[in-house]
C-alpha cells in the first residue's frame, strides 16, 4: 500500500547525573585510549536514586504530548529490558504520569535491546489498520552490568518517545524488514539480577551474525541494495560497535571497506550514544536522533539504513526515509540540553548509586530528592512504587 505510515516525532530524555569515563579509568586504571577509542565512549548517563525508566520514560514523551496533544493516541507500548515488574506495564505509569485517556491500550515489550523494533513495527501495523488512531512508542532503559566488570564501561541510561502514525513529519518507515532470531546466550539477565550477565566476545560476534542475517533475508525480501543507502543506524552498547558492523556488512556484501567509507556511513549517528552509554532499546533511535540533528546533510527522502539488535537473539534490519520538511521539527536544543544539564559524579558517588537498591520488606521508602527532571520516583511503599511530577 503506498499510505505513508512512520515516526511523526521523536524526543528522548537522559539521567540527572553522568560519568566521565576518564574518572572510571582513574579508578581502575584502564588506559583511557581503550575507552576513548577502543569501544568509543566518553561519558555514562547514571540515573538519580528518584529516576528509573518510568522517569525517563515519561520525560521523553511529555514534550510529544505537549507539542500535538494526545486525542489521538489508542495504544502505548513500552519497551524495556530493565523491567520494574514482572506483570505490570511500566506504560501505565507513564500513561498516568501524561493524563492520557482510559480509552487506551498500554503494553510492555521485552526483547533485550530489539523490543522498540518490534514496538515500532507493530505500532505501524496498528496504524495501518485505523489511520486515524496515533501510537506512543517508548523505549526506555537502565544498562547496568556488576561494578569492575567488563561491561561496566559500556553501561548507560536514557529513555526515546516516538509517535507513530499516518503522514508523518520526520521519518517514513519503509517496507520489507529482514529479520533474523538465533538462540544464543550472549547476553541475559535473570530474573533474580538487576544486572545483566554477557560472553562479550560471543555477544559481538553474536551481533555480526544477525547483522548477516538480517541483511541477507531484507535482500531476499526484495530490499534495497546496499549503495543506495545515504547512513546506517546501527544499535550501539557502545559505539565502536557500529563500525565493526559496518565494516562487517560491507565486507559480507563485497564492497570496499576503507576507514572513510565506515566513517561515512555511520558517524554522526554516534555523537549522541558516545557520551550516553548504552541505553539497550532507546540505543539505535538516539542513534536516529544524532543522525538526523549532527550531520551537515540534508537527508530528505534519501533512504537510511537501520539495524536493531538484540541479544538473545533477535534483529531486524529496515529502511527509513526522512520526510519532506523533516529538519524545521527536529528537537536538536532541547536534546543537547538533555546530554549537557547531567551532573557530574565523582567515581565515589557513582558506585554508591550504582550499590543502591530498594528493601524488598514491603516498609516505606522514600527516596532522596535528587533528580532536576519533571518526574521522580518519590517513594517504595508497601511494594508499590509512588511517581510523581515535580
Ligand atoms: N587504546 C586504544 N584501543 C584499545 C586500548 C588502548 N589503550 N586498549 C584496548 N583497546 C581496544 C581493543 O583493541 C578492543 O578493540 P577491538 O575490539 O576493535 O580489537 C577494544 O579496545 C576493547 O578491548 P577488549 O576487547 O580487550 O575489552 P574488554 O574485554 O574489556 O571488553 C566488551 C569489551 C566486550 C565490549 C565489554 O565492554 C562488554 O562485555 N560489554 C558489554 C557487552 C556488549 O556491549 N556487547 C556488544 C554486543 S551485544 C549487544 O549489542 C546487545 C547489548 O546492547 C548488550
Redesign the pocket.
Known amino acids: 500500500s503506498d499510505i505513508a505510515i512512520g515516526i511523526h516525532d521523536l524526543s528522548f530524555a537522559t539521567t540527572e547525573f553522568v560519568l566521565p569515563h576518564a574518572a572510571l579509568a582513574a579508578y581502575n586504571g584502564?588506559?583511557?585510549?581503550?575507552?576513548?577509542?577502543?569501544?568509543g565512549q566518553r561519558s555514562m548517563s547514571v540515573p538519580a536514586a528518584d529516576e528509573d525508566i518510568v522517569t525517563l520514560g515519561a520525560a521523553a514523551a511529555a514534550p510529544l504530548i505537549a507539542a500535538h496533544g494526545s486525542d489521538r493516541i489508542r495504544t502505548v507500548v513500552f519497551a524495556t529490558e530493565s523491567s520494574i515488574d514482572q506483570a505490570k506495564s511500566a506504560g501505565i505509569y507513564v500513561h498516568s504520569l501524561l493524563g492520557l485517556a482510559s480509552a487506551c491500550r498500554v503494553v510492555e515489550l521485552k526483547q533485550?535491546?530489539y523490543g522498540a523494533t518490534a514496538a515500532l513495527q507493530f505500532a505501524i501495523g496498528l496504524v495501518r489498520r485505523d489511520p486515524a488512531q496515533q501510537v506512543l512508542v517508548i523505549a526506555s532503559d537502565v544498562?547496568k552490568?556488576d561494578l569492575d566488570?567488563?561491561?561496566?564501561?559500556?553501561q548507560g541510561a536514557a529513555a526515546v518517545a516516538m509517535l507513530v502514525g499516518v503522514d508523518p513529519a520526520l521519518l517514513r518507515i519503509e517496507e520489507p524488514s529482514g529479520l533474523f532470531t538465533a538462540d544464543v546466550m550472549?547476553?541475559w539477565r535473570p530474573n533474580y539480577r538487576e544486572a545483566?550477565l554477557?560472553?562479550?566476545?560471543e555477544?559481538?560476534a553474536?551481533?555480526l551474525q544477525a547483522v548477516e542475517g538480517s541483511f541477507k533475508d531484507y535482500t531476499e525480501q526484495g530490499g534495497r541494495p546496499l549503495e543506495e543507502f545515504a547512513a546506517f543506524c546501527y544499535?550501539?552498547?557502545?559505539t565502536?560497535?557500529a563500525?565493526?558492523a559496518h565494516r562487517h556488512l560491507l565486507n559480507y556484501c563485497g564492497a570496499d571497506t576503507d576507514a572513510d567509507a565506515v566513517e561515512r556511513a555511520v558517524k554522526a549517528s554516534t555523537a549522541y550514544n558516545s557520551v550516553v552509554g548504552?541505553s539497550?532499546t532507546a540505543?539505535v533511535y538516539l542513534g536516529l536522533a544524532a543522525l538526523l540533528e549532527t550531520t551537515g546533510e540534508d537527508l530528505t527522502g534519501r533512504p537510511i539504513a537501520f539495524l536493531s539488535?538484540?541479544?538473545g537473539?533477535v534483529a531486524e534490519f529496515f529502511c527509513g526515509t526522512p520526510a519532506p520538511g523533516y529538519r524545521s521539527r527536529l528537537r536538536t536544543a532541547a536534546h543537547r540540553e538533555a546530554i549537557d544539564r547531567r551532573t557530574e559524579l565523582d567515581y565515589a558517588a557513582y558506585r554508591a548509586l550504582h550499590q543502591r537498591s530498594f528493601p524488598t520488606d514491603g516498609g516505606d521508602y522514600p527516596t532522596p530528592a535528587q533528580t532536576t527532571g519533571p518526574f521522580r520516583l518519590a517513594a517504595l511503599n508497601g511494594h508499590k512504587r509512588i511517581y510523581e511530577a515535580r
Not at 235 to 238: A, D, I, K, V, Y
Open positions: 584502564t588506559e583511557i585510549g581503550k575507552y576513548h577509542l577502543g569501544i533485550a535491546c544498562s552490568y566488570s567488563p561491561g561496566e564501561a559500556t550472549d547476553f545483566a554477557v560472553d562479550g566476545q555477544s559481538i553474536a551481533y544499535h550501539q552498547p557502545f565502536k560497535m563500525y565493526k548504552n539497550y540505543s539488535y538484540g541479544s537473539s
